[in-house]
């Protein structure tokens, strides 16, 4: 009994550090990914480096709602393989305890990764993700002209080519104005005038040109007619939001920004099948079902490590990185299937774990039984193919 203790503690203790180190690099991994996104709104839109700091702040906790599951069973993972290069699982044997010692440190630290990742699906990721649309709403109506630059063919705005020769932003004026209209599909409409004002509504995040004096002239390709219209004033409404990613006045909050009292009250909203209804379930069911998948991702990397032999690791990386995708993979399908209204919405969000979960039992009994996996052989096979490399024929 007190060298079971001391087994499981030692082996805890040695889960902590890939941990740390796992959390850091899959967050800085999904970072850079942000950073294209980034670097766009400072170059395109002048968004200030505060709000971006504080944008990237508030995506940081469903950021790590991902990462923590991940790093739940790499440490795991890479923990266990050291144990068994090392020869100490052999040495565990040989001391006549079962493999199933390692069971309770590699369930403990899944469970403390549970607590922790539905602490922030549960509280934090909701405050992140409210935060996070009315900063994208502030950000918008106090730049409404943003997408505005002189000289430049501006194709930004969706369906819309826009080019300004002169800017005067005291005066909210503009000069030589040329404009291709291409949201109707039936007719494209060309608009030139040589001079305008800027009508900003910063409460719709619309902007509105008032044009004076200038010519529209219209092309029907289908009918093969064109014609000009000579006008005095002319108003042209251009949607910001949808320019800088379908931004919107949060009156009606994204079901990922809701606390579990509101997600309730948004599924009472609409009748039983509804899409929306749907929505909201398996929102509601993946803010446990995430977390869940820290036990069943440290279930699952815990054989795979121990069926690692101490001259080839790969496979069994290659294994976990594998199962790890296939989890996501069937949380994507769940999504798709579950808003269409296939599937339940507790099923699409439970799958997976419930996929996993089979698995990992599975290879955990083959495991302490000495058996090899054969999925495992496979991969080992694989492995010592792409290694070896193929010689071409002569």
């Known amino acids: 009994m007190i060298a079971g203790k001391t087994i499981n503690r030692y082996v805890f203790r040695e889960m902590l550090a890939p941990f740390g180190l796992c959390i850091l690099f899959f967050s800085l991994l999904f970072l850079m990914a942000e950073m294209i996104r980034v670097v766009n709104w400072i170059v395109n839109y002048d968004v200030s480096f505060g709000s971006i700091c504080a944008a990237i702040l508030f995506a940081v906790p469903n950021l790590l709602t991902f990462v923590l599951p991940m790093s739940v069973m790499t440490a ?45 699906t549960l509280f934090v990721a909701p405050w992140g993700k409210g935060s996070l649309e009315n900063l994208a709403y502030r950000v918008a109506a106090s730049n409404v002209s943003i997408g505005l630059r002189e000289r430049i063919f501006n194709d930004r705005f969706e369906n819309l080519i826009l080019f300004v020769n002169q800017i005067d932003h005291r005066q909210q004026t503009i000069e030589d104005i040329f404009i ?31 044009l004076f004096d200038g010519t529209i002239y219209q092309t029907n390709v289908a009918e093969r007619t064109s014609n000009a219209i000579y006008f005095h004033t002319y108003h042209l409404n251009i949607d910001v939001g949808d320019m800088i990613g379908g931004v919107e006045k949060p009156s009606f909050r994204h079901r990922d920004a809701l606390n579990l009292k509101e997600l309730q009250e948004r599924i009472d909203i609409f009748p039983e099948n509804h899409p929306n209804r749907n929505k909201a379930r398996m929102s509601l069911h993946s803010r446990f079902a995430i977390p869940a ?40 399908a769940g999504y798709t299937f579950g808003e269409r209204g296939h599937i339940p919405a507790a099923a699409s969000m439970w799958l997976p774990n419930a996929v996993l979960s089979i698995v990992g039992a599975y290879f955990m009994i083959q495991t302490a039984r000495e058996k090899s ?6 991969m080992r096979l694989l492995s010592s193919l792409t290694t070896s490399g193929f010689r071409p024929d002569r």
């Open 76 to 120: 795991v993972l890479l923990t266990v393989l050291r144990l068994s290069t090392d020869n100490e699982i052999m040495a565990l044997k040989s001391c006549g305890l079962s493999i199933y010692q390692l069971l309770p440190p590699a369930l403990l630290f899944g469970s403390i990764g549970a607590l922790a990742t539905m602490a922030l």
């Open 373 to 378: 996996l054969v999925i495992s052989v496979v």
């Open 293 to 332: 998948a820290c036990i069943v991702l440290a279930l699952l990397a815990l054989p795979l490590g121990i069926q690692a032999r101490a001259t080839e690791p790969f496979p069994s990386m290659l294994l976990a990185l594998f199962f790890f995708l296939l989890y996501y993979l069937l949380l994507s």
């Open 180 to 210: 291709e209209d291409k949201r109707n599909p039936e007719a494209v409409v060309t608009v030139v005038a040589p001079r305008g004002r800027i009508l900003a509504n910063r409460e719709k995040l619309r902007l509105q040109l008032q």
